[in-house]
């Protein structure tokens, strides 16, 4: 066997220790004859791993594992042990490093693509959405009306797909982290209700929220997680349900012997066959055919909603019958807190009264700067539009502006280094981000820079009035 690992014959064998330092590689025989000398001594044990190099010139890899035998005195007698070669193995785990990086490097590559295609789409769409939403309905007879509601239920729809794949594409890279702030149960409830108020309204169901009288408003976690499990699970029931109710009750329960949020949503409407129930978490999957041609959607939505779930540590049991509706129950292990929370900006329809306020917009699209324009007329603020960063200091510094609108991805001077410039001399004035980009991490990160808010790309105009609320007095 020795001489099978050495690549020699049993006539050129002039002894262990000589075929093994003539065959060592060069760049691997002054680490290990250290360590042998350092075993000799008794300063250390001898089990290198290092290669040979065969008289044909292979290169193989050698573990080996010895003992040195010493006389009673202590003295090093000679040294036994095994050689056995995992040049197959060390072979394999390069592969796997190789595979490994390469698979990364991938995903990487797909996360970056995605985040910027999402950019992408959301500008235009933000012209799409914003024209939409600003259309007089005044003057529409019955049928444009129709069309109009259609056509922003679509642009929402494509919104929450693009959402969906963005978050789809985290989970998967393991990229997403959750934060950790108090946070208002309530406030999500109602921001929640707002989200598919329409919806509700034009089917003619009923949205009951109900809170135990004892349940504690204030829980430590991640508001915006927290909310899309719960808007996601509302508005699969209201989507499911044409006719009865959708029932949101919260209550406290305990899980693990610590108190947890149980947070149930049942809904009147179409249910669930045994078979579909089993596939509702699945990635890029429906209920059925039938449900993905009538209701739409990705598939992505309880996939998604159950990567959170797992992620807080917390279950989900769906009960549902075919005809009879469904009932699903989340149950999140958080703490509660006494800490002041974090809440929403609570979105409102009607535009603020602004009269005498001064507004700038920093924002280099042309049909963005109407958008937002035309978005603004109802407030009666007085605006000032810039094409980019470095005219929105120079703006700044020549009026005392009571809000900025700051877009990010602009010519000359970008949004996040004129928000600094600003902040440099005049700290007291709100500056929103405007923008496209609406990965958690991206928002997070423009609140951490100085931004005292995040308004996403195409502009709600409830929420950009709910924003001006909350900053402008």
């Known amino acids: 066997m020795t001489y099978k690992l050495y690549g020699i014959t049993e006539n050129c064998f002039s002894g262990a220790y000589e075929a093994w330092t003539h065959s060592l590689h060069p760049d691997d025989m002054e680490e290990s004859n250290k360590q042998l000398e350092d075993a000799v001594s008794g300063l250390g044990a001898f089990n290198p791993e290092f290669r040979v190099v065969h008289p044909n010139g292979q290169v193989r890899t050698i573990k080996a594992s010895a003992e040195v035998i010493r006389d009673n005195d202590g003295n090093a007698l000679k040294v036994i042990g095994v050689n056995y070669d995992i ?36 500008t235009p769409m933000n012209a799409i959405l914003g024209g939409l939403q600003m259309v007089n309905t005044e003057y529409l007879d019955a049928k444009s009306k129709v069309m109009l509601k259609n056509a922003v239920s679509s642009s929402k729809s494509l919104l929450t797909i693009i959402n969906d794949i963005l978050d789809y594409s985290k989970i998967e890279s393991n990229k997403l ?45 991640d508001i915006v997680r927290v909310k899309q499990i719960l808007l996601n699970l509302v508005s699969n029931a209201v989507k499911f349900t044409e006719k009865g109710s959708v029932n949101i009750h919260l209550s406290e329960t305990l899980y693990q012997e610590k108190q947890a949020i149980s947070l ?78 974090s809440s929403f900006v609570q979105k409102s329809m009607t535009p603020p009264p602004l009269r005498g306020k001064k507004i700038l917009i920093a924002e280099d699209n042309e049909i963005n700067q109407i958008v937002i324009q035309s978005m603004l ?7 000032t539009i ?48 405007l923008t496209a980009n609406v990965m958690i991490d991206d928002v997070a990160d423009y609140l951490s820079q100085g931004f005292d808010a995040h308004i996403a790309k195409p502009i709600d105009i409830a929420t950009l009035y709910g924003v001006l609320s909350s900053f402008i007095k």
């Open 177 to 221: 982290s959750l934060e950790q702030e108090p946070f208002s149960i309530s406030d999500i409830i109602k921001s929640v209700k707002f989200e598919v108020d329409s919806i509700v309204s034009n089917k003619g169901i009923k949205l009951v929220s109900n809170i135990d009288e004892n349940f504690n408003d204030h829980w430590l976690g």
């Open 377 to 383: 007329e109802g407030t009666n603020a007085s605006l």
């Open 264 to 341: 149930e949503v049942a809904d009147t409407g179409v249910g669930m066959s045994e078979e579909a129930q089993a596939r509702i978490f699945d990635r890029f999957s429906q209920a059925d055919n039938s449900t993905t041609r009538k209701f739409g959607g990705t598939g992505l939505g309880m996939s998604i909603t159950l990567s959170l779930i797992l992620m807080m540590r917390g279950t989900i049991d769906v009960k549902s019958n075919v005809g009879r509706g469904t009932t699903i129950r989340v149950i999140l292990p958080l703490t509660i807190t006494n800490k002041s929370v």
């Open 87 to 122: 040049t197959d193995k060390i072979n394999a785990i390069n592969e796997l490093e190789v595979a490994k990086q390469k698979a990364e490097q991938a995903t990487q590559t797909k996360s970056e693509f995605l985040s910027n295609m999402s950019h992408e789409i959301r």
């Open 386 to 433: 810039v094409d980019n960063g470095k005219q929105a200091v120079e703006a700044a510094k020549e009026k005392d502006f009571d809000l900025i609108l700051m877009d990010i991805q602009m010519p000359e001077m970008d949004g996040v280094e004129a928000m600094k410039n600003i902040i440099n001399f005049n700290k007291h004035i709100p500056i929103i981000a």
